[in-house]
């Protein structure tokens, strides 16, 4: 009785994140990342480059007299570089920075697929394989009817560019 009591006090952790993501594609490779952060998605236009830049930040395009940087999600999670095609496009976040500024930034991906709703049971503890993508920037695996999907904390992922990096540009 006591050891049934004991389960009972430590449940399965849930996630803290549940809602609408929008879901993406990197390499073969399924991703998803909250609605909320999202400002738009735009077909892949001229980067113009800037100097002495991290090999994932591309660069800066201008999106409506706004200049944006733009980084390769791929190249910055050390994924196999994938050649662009009419697919691939840049995904314009709306961040948050570490001194309370809401930043524009552009994520390049292979392609969108869908906004979908993800509840909390579907969302299962991401491992640690101590790699960029470790617990700390992944919210977790997702289950779908095709397989799986790896929801990213993209705030976390791309805080560095914001606050070092992309202050420069």
Known sequence: M?????????PKPSPTVAGKFLTFLLGSESYGIEVLCIREIIRMQQIT???QMPEHVRGVINLRGKVIPV???GIKLALPEAKANDKTC???LDIKSEMGDNTLLGIVVDAVEEVINVDAEQIEPSPDFGTEISRDRCIGIATRKDGLMTLLDIEKIVSNEISRTLANI
Do not use: E, G, K, W
């Open 2 to 10: 006591s050891n049934q009591n004991s389960q009972n006090r430590n």
């Open 71 to 73: 980084i390769d999600l």
């Open 49 to 51: 480059p800037v100097p």
């Open 90 to 92: 840049v995904i314009v």
